[in-house]
């Protein structure tokens, strides 16, 4: 008998939606990799090379025939992002970030570009910095990179008066956090 069928395409994604293959005469059967009833799946069927997908078909004499057709399944690209903490202070300078392969496009609160400012997210929280890369046979992939802005501390100075003269004591002063610096600006030196 002939036999045909039709529903296979010439190359797909790994994380394409299953394929429904249509077999003719119908009620033969469909073999090779990734082949579950009349259904191909990507997914199960590996990356790399053209998978082979057979349909047998054998008529009430006994008589049986084959076609096989090939699919190409790509994997999908490997991405990666460069150039990004995973924490910042609210007021820290906006950072250059790269994403790889070139060509795909970031997203996320504070990027514009390439770029992540820390300054455009509210502070205390955390954010998904998500960069997406379609190759040239449009597969498709994401990674995502969660960054942390902090708040700042509230910091306050104790001991010090709002003015004084020249010939008064020393006077020791306090802030409310450890491990500052002190720096004093005015006139009168």
């Given at each position: 008998?002939?036999?045909?069928?039709?529903?296979?395409?010439?190359?797909?994604?790994?994380?394409?939606?299953?394929?429904?293959?249509?077999?003719?005469?119908?009620?033969?059967i469909?073999?090779?990799?990734?082949?579950?009833?009349?259904?191909?799946?990507p997914?199960?069927?590996?990356?790399?090379?053209?998978?082979?997908?057979?349909?047998?078909?054998?008529?009430?004499?006994?008589?049986?025939?084959?076609?096989?057709?090939?699919?190409?399944?790509?994997?999908?690209?490997?991405?990666?992002?460069?150039?990004?903490?995973?924490?910042?202070?609210?007021?820290?300078?906006?950072?250059?970030?790269?994403?790889?392969?070139?060509?795909?496009?970031?997203?996320?609160?504070?990027?514009?570009?390439?770029?992540?400012?820390?300054?455009?997210?509210?502070?205390?929280?955390?954010?998904?910095?998500?960069?997406?890369?379609?190759?040239?046979?449009?597969?498709?992939?994401?990674?995502?990179?969660?960054?942390?802005?902090?708040?700042?501390?509230?910091?306050?100075?104790?001991?010090?008066?709002?003015?004084?003269?020249?010939?008064?004591?020393?006077?020791t002063?306090?802030?409310?956090?450890q491990?500052?610096?002190?720096?004093?600006?005015?006139?009168?030196?």
């Amino acid at each position: 008998p002939a036999v045909d069928f039709t529903g296979l395409p010439v190359s797909v994604c790994i994380n394409a939606s299953d394929i429904v293959l249509t077999g003719f005469p119908a009620g033969g059967i469909f073999a090779g990799p990734g082949i579950s009833g009349d259904v191909f799946s990507p997914a199960n069927a590996g990356s790399g090379g053209s998978i082979p997908v057979t349909y047998t078909y054998t008529d009430n004499y006994g008589c049986s025939n084959s076609i096989t057709k090939y699919i190409l399944v790509h994997a999908l690209p490997v991405v990666g992002i460069t150039g990004l903490n995973a924490i910042y202070c609210p007021n820290a300078p906006a950072a250059n970030i790269s994403g790889f392969p070139t060509g795909g496009l970031f997203s996320g609160p504070g990027i514009t570009g390439n770029v992540f400012d820390p300054s455009l997210v509210s502070p205390g929280g955390t954010y998904p910095v998500t960069y997406t890369y379609s190759d040239i046979y449009g597969c498709s992939n994401s990674i995502t990179t969660i960054v942390t802005i902090t708040a700042l501390q509230a910091v306050s100075i104790t001991g010090l008066s709002s003015l004084y003269c020249t010939t008064d004591a020393m006077v020791t002063v306090t802030a409310s956090e450890q491990g500052g610096v002190f720096s004093f600006s005015g006139n009168g030196f």
